[in-house]
């Protein structure tokens, strides 16, 4: 059976964690505006449909990925892990759902107060009876095995987690037998310590964009980009791209690579 109540109170976080949840808690709209404009480079359609392009050919990414279960394995019943909880009527948990072959769909993420918001949306939508909305540090706390997952699914989410060797450890203990594991992640410099040649190179694109499509809500114009300090960037999220120049390493110990696209 599926709980009511998805969640119980517990130790409120403090310190660099409390920073952490109170920052994604408002994370739709940090990316989106709450008149529509989109703040965050990947939330642009045309973004969009280029990594879907990247990752499967043009295909619709879902079936692309399920693409990757044995002929033999049946396409009903699944149960799902989603690590990363999005805001919206439109995300990828919705679309999982939507694929009708999942009976039960887990969403894991550190932020309470968007789970919470989460899971109306899901129940206005007619979902919430096959979804659960669980409130986990990864950092600190293992996932939830319970019976495993035929699909665990991460979106820009991996690279906020330290504990790397542990997490990879328990998404091959969790998966059943033919399941898959997707990620779509960051694995670029830690810290996000781009190279000057990086650096160079994102301002010279940036100084061929025209000046309309380069202006935030306020109408003010980016024309240079830069590379944050390590302490500016743990300031602002301590633990934004924590390891992520390790992920796929650390992963390829835990987990057999059926594909990578890069």
Same mark, same amino acid.
């Given at each position: 059976e599926?709980?009511?109540?998805?969640?119980q109170?517990?130790?409120k976080?403090?310190?660099?964690?409390?920073?952490?949840?109170?920052k994604?808690n408002?994370?739709?709209t940090?990316?989106v505006?709450?008149?529509?404009?989109?703040?965050y480079?990947?939330?642009?359609?045309e973004?969009?449909?280029?990594?879907?392009?990247?990752?499967?050919g043009?295909?619709?990414?879902l079936e692309?990925?399920?693409?990757?279960f044995?002929?033999?394995?049946?396409?009903s019943?699944?149960t799902g892990l989603?690590?990363?909880?999005?805001?919206?009527?439109?995300?990828?948990?919705?679309?999982?759902?939507?694929?009708n072959?999942f009976?039960e769909?887990t969403?894991? #993420?550190?932020?309470?107060?968007? +789970?919470v918001?989460?899971?109306?949306?899901?129940?206005?939508? %007619?979902? $919430?009876?096959?979804m *659960?909305f669980?409130c986990?540090d990864?950092?600190k706390e293992?996932l939830?095995?319970k019976?495993?997952y035929?699909?665990?699914?991460a979106w820009?989410?991996i690279?906020h987690?330290?504990?790397?060797?542990?997490?990879?450890a328990e998404?091959?203990d969790a998966l059943?037998?033919?399941?898959i594991?997707?990620?779509?992640?960051?694995?670029?410099p830690s810290y996000l310590?781009?190279t000057?040649?990086?650096? #160079?190179?994102?301002?010279?694109? +940036?100084?061929?964009i025209?000046?309309?499509?380069?202006m935030? %809500?306020? $109408?003010?114009?980016? *024309?240079?980009s830069w590379r944050?300090t390590?302490?500016?960037?743990?300031?602002d999220d301590p633990?934004?791209a924590?390891?992520?120049?390790q992920?796929l390493?650390?992963a390829?110990k835990?987990?057999?690579?059926?594909?990578?696209?890069m």
């Amino acid at each position: 059976e599926i709980p009511d109540h998805l969640f119980q109170q517990k130790q409120k976080p403090h310190g660099a964690e409390s920073k952490i949840v109170s920052k994604w808690n408002q994370s739709d709209t940090v990316y989106v505006a709450r008149d529509g404009f989109k703040r965050y480079w990947e939330t642009l359609e045309e973004v969009w449909r280029y990594q879907v392009m990247m990752i499967s050919g043009g295909k619709c990414y879902l079936e692309h990925t399920f693409s990757f279960f044995p002929e033999n394995k049946k396409r009903s019943d699944l149960t799902g892990l989603i690590i990363g909880c999005n805001y919206g009527k439109d995300t990828s948990q919705t679309a999982i759902i939507r694929s009708n072959i999942f009976k039960e769909l887990t969403v894991i #993420d550190i932020a309470d107060d968007l +789970l919470v918001r989460q899971k109306a949306l899901t129940d206005e939508l %007619e979902f $919430g009876h096959m979804m *659960n909305f669980e409130c986990l540090d990864l950092n600190k706390e293992s996932l939830p095995k319970k019976d495993g997952y035929d699909f665990i699914h991460a979106w820009g989410t991996i690279h906020h987690i330290e504990r790397l060797e542990g997490l990879f450890a328990e998404i091959n203990d969790a998966l059943h037998p033919n399941g898959i594991f997707s990620m779509r992640e960051y694995i670029g410099p830690s810290y996000l310590q781009f190279t000057d040649q990086t650096v #160079d190179l994102v301002n010279r694109i +940036l100084s061929t964009i025209p000046d309309h499509l380069k202006m935030d %809500e306020h $109408g003010r114009i980016k *024309n240079a980009s830069w590379r944050p300090t390590r302490d500016e960037i743990i300031t602002d999220d301590p633990s934004e791209a924590v390891r992520s120049d390790q992920i796929l390493s650390v992963a390829e110990k835990y987990l057999n690579v059926l594909a990578c696209k890069m």
